[in-house]
């Protein structure tokens, strides 16, 4: 088992292995003396993990769980309002814990119901998913959606820990994993190349848990930086401002925000490309590694959809677009423009 610290105030530990979840009870021991602990999760990963978890905390402590239909479609106000009526139901108080068992819906969902129960209380992710293991997870963004858009609600809170048990993978479709791999691409396109290179090795089990770790030491580096989003983390959205807007031109039904984030590092570099801003051929080598991992590179939106949706993109400061670029393979910058200065970027 690895064990990374990020270092927001507090710090908590990441754990990365194998055997993690039938250990939930003592990996979390040391986090409070807890009387009561709420478990969330979907209706998929309860059959899987559920019990185990449960199980993991023996006799001395009350456990609970709720169980929310999967998909995105859960990350809303109604979910919410029923994690607020189980807790209270439960109740719970500060010194008791919540534990987000799933992916980014349950992780995000959760987060935030911990962050704003009781005005906070603790709580551990353990991310079932590739996705969510190397992002959602860490870093402590919490949201639901709204009907005026994706994660429009939502608070910085970080968890009291992380347990990213990599045996969950295993039972993964390839779409899911391949998903979590178009962030890990992310990764290695903004900060590591060496890593770029052994992503094509990633379904070697020590070579996973290899990239899993050092994604998150890179994710421990930049929220440790930047806990708000301000700054430097805003280089974890390299692929995301085009991305999302291809998710949302198709309703956020046909590409997966994997599938969104591929085509938008891959659009956004062959812009970057053509205006003199990257190496030559770094768009050649994210589109093979992200056709190898099984992600499209490309799909049907005009430069006018694209604007439009990134202007009203909530990630936008002052007026300003900002886009990540790459100056090549494990090398990054912010790159500001105006809605005219990015329209004309689109266009070139
Ligand atoms: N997923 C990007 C971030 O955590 O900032």
């Known amino acids: 088992m690895h064990t990374l610290t990020?270092?927001?105030?507090?710090?908590?530990?990441?754990?990365?292995?194998?055997?993690?979840?039938?250990?939930?009870?003592?990996?979390?021991?040391?986090?409070?003396?807890?009387?009561?602990?709420?478990?969330?999760?979907?209706?998929?990963?309860?059959?899987?993990?559920?019990?185990?978890?449960?199980?993991?905390?023996?006799?001395?402590?009350?456990?609970?769980?709720?169980?929310?239909?999967?998909?995105?479609?859960?990350?809303?106000?109604?979910?919410?309002?029923?994690?607020?009526?189980?807790?209270?139901?439960?109740?719970?108080?500060?010194?008791?814990?919540?534990?987000?068992?799933?992916?980014?819906?349950?992780?995000?969902?959760?987060?935030?119901?911990?962050?704003?129960?009781?005005?906070?209380?603790?709580?551990?992710?353990?991310?079932?998913?590739?996705?969510?293991?190397?992002?959602?997870s860490v870093g402590g963004k919490t949201a639901i959606d709204i009907p005026a858009g994706k994660n429009l609600v939502g608070s910085?809170?970080?968890?009291?820990?992380?347990?990213?048990?990599?045996?969950?993978?295993?039972?993964?479709?390839?779409?899911?994993?391949?998903?979590?791999?178009?962030?890990?691409?992310?990764?290695?396109?903004?900060?590591?190349?060496?890593?770029?290179?052994?992503?094509?090795?990633?379904?070697?089990?020590?070579?996973?848990?290899?990239?899993?770790?050092?994604?998150?030491?890179?994710?421990?580096?930049?929220?440790?930086?930047?806990?708000k989003d301000t700054g430097l983390r805003m280089i974890l959205n390299f692929g995301h401002t085009l991305g999302h807007a291809v998710e949302k031109k198709y309703h956020f039904s046909t590409y997966t925000h994997g599938q969104g984030v591929a085509i938008g590092m891959v659009k956004i570099t062959k812009l970057s490309e053509k205006a003199g801003l990257t190496a030559p051929g770094t768009v050649k080598k994210i589109a093979e590694l992200c056709q190898a991992m099984k992600l499209p590179i490309d799909c049907e939106i005009s430069n006018e959809e694209l604007f439009d949706i990134c202007c009203l993109d909530k990630k936008n400061l002052h007026h300003m677009i900002h886009l990540i670029l790459l100056k090549e393979i494990g090398s990054c910058f912010i790159h500001k423009l105006s809605r005219e200065e990015f329209s004309d970027f689109l266009n070139q």
């Open 6 to 136: 990020i270092q927001t105030k507090p710090a908590y530990p990441v754990y990365i292995g194998s055997d993690l979840i039938r250990n939930t009870g003592s990996l979390v021991q040391n986090l409070g003396d807890f009387e009561r602990v709420c478990v969330v999760t979907d209706d998929n990963v309860e059959k899987l993990y559920l019990q185990t978890v449960l199980d993991s905390f023996g006799e001395k402590v009350q456990t609970a769980s709720i169980v929310i239909p999967h998909g995105e479609q859960s990350k809303c106000l109604a979910s919410l309002g029923k994690l607020y009526d189980f807790f209270s139901e439960q109740k719970m108080t500060r010194s008791d814990l919540i534990i987000a068992l799933g992916g980014g819906v349950v992780g995000d969902l959760t987060g935030f119901a911990a962050s704003s129960f009781l005005r906070g209380v603790k709580y551990v992710q353990i991310p079932t998913t590739l996705l969510a293991q190397v992002d959602s």
């Open 156 to 227: 910085f809170y970080q968890p009291s820990a992380v347990l990213c048990d990599i045996d969950t993978l295993s039972t993964l479709s390839d779409t899911i994993f391949s998903d979590g791999c178009a962030e890990i691409i992310k990764y290695a396109c903004i900060y590591d190349a060496s890593l770029f290179d052994l992503i094509y090795q990633i379904h070697d089990r020590d070579i996973l848990e290899k990239i899993i770790t050092r994604c998150l030491e890179i994710k421990a580096e930049v929220v440790a930086e930047d806990e």
